[in-house]
Structures are given as structure tokens and as C-alpha cells.
């Protein structure tokens, strides 16, 4: 039987740049938003950081580290790097 994992992947621009199979069970959902969230600001300036910080309806937002969810996939949004995660069977 096949495990369950967690597939994370990079994408710079439509380009898959990284790719990491961590166990189903080792995070929860809100950990693994924040952990896309840590890998996608990597690539922002500070500025951007801080835009991206701001709450939704403040003037100044910036959504690059907003992340959407599709029923057991996320995905960060906003930027030319986009970080995914997404359970899958393990192979």
C-alpha cells in the first residue's frame, strides 16, 4: 500500500525549480500554509515582506503570500515563484 505524503513543488514562473515529499501526517494544514508562505517569501524583498503582512483591506496590501486551498491542495499566488503542496500517494 502506497503512503500518503505531501508533495511540495517550486515553480519559478511556469518552471518547476524544486520538489519535496514530506509524510501525510507530519503537518497540519495551517502549518503547511505558513511553511509555503516561508518558502515563497524568500524570493520578496523586505518591502514586499511587509506589503504582503498587511490584513486584506489596508491600502498597501500586496497578496504575494496569500494561498489559495482546492480541497487537499494549496498554492501560493502573487508573485513568479509559486509554491504548491498537494497530498499524494508516494511513489
Known amino acids: ?29 495551517q502549518e503547511m500554509v505558513a511553511l509555503l508562505q516561508r518558502l515563497a517569501s524568500r524570493h520578496l524583498s523586505d518591502g514586499e515582506v511587509i ?3 498587511l490584513n486584506k483591506n489596508t491600502r498597501g496590501h500586496a497578496p504575494y503570500l496569500e494561498v489559495r486551498r ?15 503542496a498537494a497530498v499524494e500517494d508516494d511513489r
Open 70 to 84: 482546492d480541497h487537499r491542495s494549496f498554492a501560493t499566488t502573487g508573485s513568479r515563484f509559486c509554491y504548491t
Open 51 to 53: 506589503a504582503s503582512s
Open 1 to 29: 500500500m502506497p503512503r500518503r505524503v505531501w508533495k511540495i513543488r517550486g515553480y519559478e514562473d511556469e518552471r518547476q525549480v524544486f520538489e519535496q515529499a514530506i509524510p501525510a501526517g507530519s503537518l497540519t494544514d
